[in-house]
């Protein structure tokens, strides 16, 4: 679609008549009057004070015919195409929820159906995000990152594989997100944290379980970029615990600001909903004596 200025020239050459016809018309009035017997019956200063500001109207024609040429004519500023009014508009951020779980069979014997208990979080968890994420009018994809191998749960490498799903749909942000804990305050907020600034959603303020100092846990939001600058997570973390500690060491040595979710007008007890049941046990288990050891030394390998 183009502007109205399909010929500058031709405007220019109207603009131009009309402000001539409009000063012949000035001057034509101003000679007809030096012609009545009114017009010499004035004062000589009188008929010098008419005449100028017959100019002054002259000069103030031509302006207001200049400035309505440069605000209607103006080639930079009306002549666009839509599709470049199109790339001139920000997209919005598109956020991919990663939620990672491990599908295994319920140990509770008699228990007949197949679907695992992160199964049925997950079922609750995702209507529930996606309603979520409408009223804020985020746009999100949900990735179910589900293990479903004979080894131990590995969150942290569930999450890596989510980062390069994520970036391979072309998102802008990622939350790690815990499939057993649902948002409960329309307050917290799921927004594009800016580039640089890892948002801690379920800070220790209103975490209904854990609340140490340097607890980055349950719901972890930061941009693409920060995620891949300091090397996504540690493969090395099986079993449960640990890897968002070693996480939040590579946030500190990366120079990232770490922000927590505040002022909220509700607490601890309600801000969120924990649907992680009593009958599914974490995996605490010490497979070897130094296993706890090994796992406490920082991995400086490079995940990606």
């Known amino acids: 679609m183009q502007g109205v200025a399909g010929n500058d020239e031709t405007a220019l050459l ?9 000063i012949y018309f000035i001057f034509a009035i101003s000679r007809m009057g030096m012609a009545t017997c009114w017009w010499r019956r004035l004062p000589c200063r009188t008929r010098l004070c008419l005449r100028l500001y017959l100019s002054i109207i002259a000069v103030i024609l031509l302006c207001l015919v200049l400035f309505a040429y440069t ?7 009306t002549d666009i195409n839509l599709s470049d009014v199109q790339q001139l ?11 990672p779980f491990r599908d295994r069979e319920p140990e509770l014997a008699g228990y007949l159906s197949r679907e ?10 995702a209507p529930h995000i996606q309603q979520f994420l409408d009223n804020q009018n985020v746009k999100h994809v949900i990735l179910a990152m589900n293990q479903t191998d004979q080894y131990r749960f590995n969150r942290a490498s ?5 980062w390069l799903e994520s970036d391979r749909i072309g998102c802008d942000y990622l939350v790690m997100h815990d499939v057993d804990l649902l948002p409960a305050n329309p307050q917290i ?39 891949k600058a300091i090397d996504g ?32 007008t509700t607490d601890r ?6 649907i992680h049941g009593k009958e599914r046990k974490r995996d605490y288990a010490v497979v070897t004596k130094t296993q706890r050891e090994m796992k406490r030394k920082r991995d400086r390998v490079r995940e990606f």
């Open 71 to 77: 605000l209607i004519f103006d080639p930079d500023v």
């Open 158 to 162: 569930l999450i890596n594989v989510g």
């Open 233 to 264: 997570m540690s493969n090395k973390y099986w079993g449960w615990g640990l890897e968002d500690d070693e996480f939040y060491l590579r946030i500190r040595d990366g120079n990232l600001n770490l922000t927590r979710v505040s002022n909220l």
């Open 116 to 125: 695992s208990f992160e199964e049925r979080n997950f079922a609750e968890f």
């Open 269 to 274: 007890t309600n801000s969120f909903r924990h």
């Open 14 to 22: 109207v603009f131009l008549v009309l402000w001539v016809f409009g």
């Open 189 to 227: 907020d799921y927004s594009f944290p800016q580039l640089g600034f890892v948002r801690h959603i379920s800070s220790p303020e209103y975490h209904p379980k854990y609340n140490y100092t340097k607890f980055i846990g349950g719901i972890l939001m930061l941009t693409m970029a920060d995620y």
């Open 89 to 99: 508009t920000p997209k919005p951020h598109e956020l991919c929820v990663i939620v």
